[in-house]
């Protein structure tokens, strides 16, 4: 089946220790799109690409990055991670960016120590 | 910039009983976007509406849109143990630029 695959499920690292989250799909879908999901709250876009285009949101903090080196993968770096950066992160993708649904991976827990 | 209001914000139903949702957007929708989101694990697209009026059914749910375009609706009926989870609205279009603003959710119980 098609899917949205993120890895690990679950990241442990330290505080202020860089870290990289990894999302691949099999949709062969042009957008890819970063979330940050807080505890009890509604899921944020941090930015996304369109194709090799990357579009970031104006409030995402510089810490975060991401890289896109081929049409199947997307990178999460979050370069000194502090203890506000824990919680879900959401990779999903789109065919395109009208009205197009977003298909989600299932998400990588991360923990900051 | 646009926000969207759900209520209730959880609901606890008697398994078979019927049960809707709504989603209240701040501006026109030009695309509205119901999931569904377990504990833990990321969202399951069930439906997309754009047209004003619009209606969708899957299985026992059912999403509409009105005809102004700034309300939705999710009905389950005859709910099961299995529709247990977080549901949530999201607005999106060519307008949001791929952007999808979401809900803050309406977590459901289902009691066997």
């Known amino acids: 089946d098609a899917m949205v695959i993120q890895n690990p499920r679950y990241q442990v690292t330290q505080f202020g220790k860089p870290v990289t989250l990894s999302c691949s799909q099999t949709l062969n879908h042009n957008v890819m799109y970063w979330y940050q999901q807080k505890s009890s709250q509604a899921p944020k876009l941090l930015f996304h690409?369109?194709?090799?285009?990357?579009?970031n949101e104006a409030d995402t903090p510089d810490n975060f990055q991401s890289r896109r080196p081929n049409t199947s993968f997307c990178f999460l770096d979050i370069r000194s991670p502090g203890l506000g950066d824990a919680a879900m992160y959401l990779c999903?993708?789109?065919?395109?960016?009208?009205?197009?649904?977003?298909?989600f991976g299932d998400g990588t827990r991360l923990s900051i120590l | 910039s646009q926000e969207l209001e759900q209520s209730p914000q959880s609901l606890i139903v008697q398994e078979g009983k019927n049960l809707t949702i709504n989603c209240t957007s701040s501006k026109t929708l030009y695309g509205l976007y119901w999931y569904k989101q377990k504990y833990g694990e990321g969202l399951i697209f069930l439906m997309m509406l754009q047209k004003g009026g619009e209606e969708k059914s899957h299985e026992k749910i059912t999403a509409k849109l009105d005809e102004k375009k700034q309300q939705s609706s999710l009905h389950i009926t005859a709910s099961q143990p299995s529709h247990a989870g977080i549901y949530l609205c999201g607005a999106g279009g060519y307008n949001q630029g791929g952007k999808l603003i979401f809900g803050q959710g309406t977590e459901l119980s289902v009691k066997p």
């Open positions: 690409y369109y194709d090799k285009d990357f579009n």
């Open positions: 999903a993708t789109s065919r395109d960016r009208g009205f197009s649904p977003q298909h």
